[in-house]
């Protein structure tokens, strides 16, 4: 199931796990990064805790949490190659997997045609 925040987040929930990430959108609108700091595994975040960093050549920005849960894995790639975000946002470009305290609560979050409605 993927879903959208008016943050620029997506995730993707798959048996209780949401692997998130930022959108198209959002790098488009930060420009090439050059950094990205990674939430730690196991750390515990609520709804719109800042769970990561970006800084582009532009800005520094937060990368809000879309929902609770727990980090149970982290890209490291991304840490190392900050460009993967900028080439694959969507899929190879995630930034971190979240045990969800509650997957129903996805639910309410923007699906794909709504999100694509919000920055049109």
Not at 52 to 57: D, F, N, Q, W
């Amino acid at each position: 199931m993927l879903k959208f925040t008016e943050d620029h987040e997506w995730l993707n929930v798959v048996d209780g796990i949401a692997t998130v990430g930022i959108t198209t959108h959002a790098v488009e609108q930060l420009g090439d990064l050059v950094f990205v700091d990674l939430p730690e595994t196991g750390a515990t975040l609520a709804r719109n805790d800042a769970a990561a960093t970006v800084e582009s050549v532009k800005a520094a920005s937060d990368v809000y949490c879309p929902l609770d849960g727990e980090v149970v894995e982290v890209n490291e790639a991304i840490r190392n190659d900050p460009s993967l975000v900028n080439a694959d946002p969507q899929a190879g470009g995630w930034f971190f997997k979240l045990k969800l305290a509650n997957a129903a609560d996805a639910e309410a979050l923007m699906d794909e045609a709504a999100y694509l409605a919000l920055v049109g």
